[in-house]
């Protein structure tokens, strides 16, 4: 394999919500549950295995997003990088899988809901809901991956983390698709509530039983008013710009990683345990 001389640039994934979903359960996991050295560890080794699909993009032709032009480089340089990335990405998650055996587990999962992604790509269903709530699936294992790397198992709290990241970003989906592609569609909008009032009931449920932090539930308010509010701009006002769209799930993003990280780090919960 010949390089050319000089800096060898590296082929990132470009979609932003892709990398969005990647990095915001790992910051929230590590500012919510505290550091954990063997839980950072992952954590890297996860994001490296995240930036290979970019090498990885060049080399298919088609990237598992389905969509051409996902990253570039010249063939030569995307499979050195491949090749780089693959090597650090295993000498920081196998040691990981080694002391941590779910570790191993989450891994194959989140690999094999990956190629099924691939799969529909390659069959022209990229926008379909399931290939969006498969990536969203995936892509939310640096959640899980970072207490069961870091503590050896979960906590109430790790699921609550867990639960609340996927519900977010499987939102975003109908969100999204309700601004542009399936503005036209009422029944679309009205299923895009109904799905973020849904994630909210199951989260406030654990809630009041008191099996999860209190507060999580409002983490997941923001995300079902902004669906009220773009089936009612759809409606009125039909496509919008898809920058603004993009804005607006950034200023999202952020507010639910706040609201997150308040709530899993009150203080007054778990409740003490009742004495006999």
Known sequence: MRLRPGPVP??????????????????????AL?????????????????AARGPLEVLLGRGASGRAGMASAEPEVAGFWLLALAAAAAALLLPVAALRPAVLGLLAGALLLACLVFWLAQRGRTRSLLSGFLSVTGLMAGAPLYELAGAGGMSLRGWAL????????????????????????????????AVHFAFLAAAAYPAVRGWAPPLVPLALVPPLVWSV????????????????????????????????????RLPAWPPPAAHP
């Open 34 to 50: 505290g550091p954990q050295p063997l839980g950072l560890v992952a954590l890297l080794g996860w994001l490296t295995a995240y």
């Open 10 to 31: 590296l082929p990132l994934p470009r979609e932003h919500g892709a990398w969005a979903m990647v990095l915001t359960p790992a910051v929230v996991a590590v500012l």
């Open 229 to 264: 509010v773009c089936a009612w701009r759809a409606r009125r006002r039909g496509a919008a710009r898809l920058d603004r769209v993009g804005w607006s799930e950034v200023f999202l993003t952020v507010l639910f990683a706040g609201l997150t990280v308040l709530a899993l």
């Open 162 to 193: 867990t639960y609340a990241c996927f519900a977010f970003f499987a939102g975003s989906i109908f969100r999204v698709k309700t601004m542009a592609r399936e503005r036209k569609r009422r029944s679309f909008h009205d299923l895009s509530v």
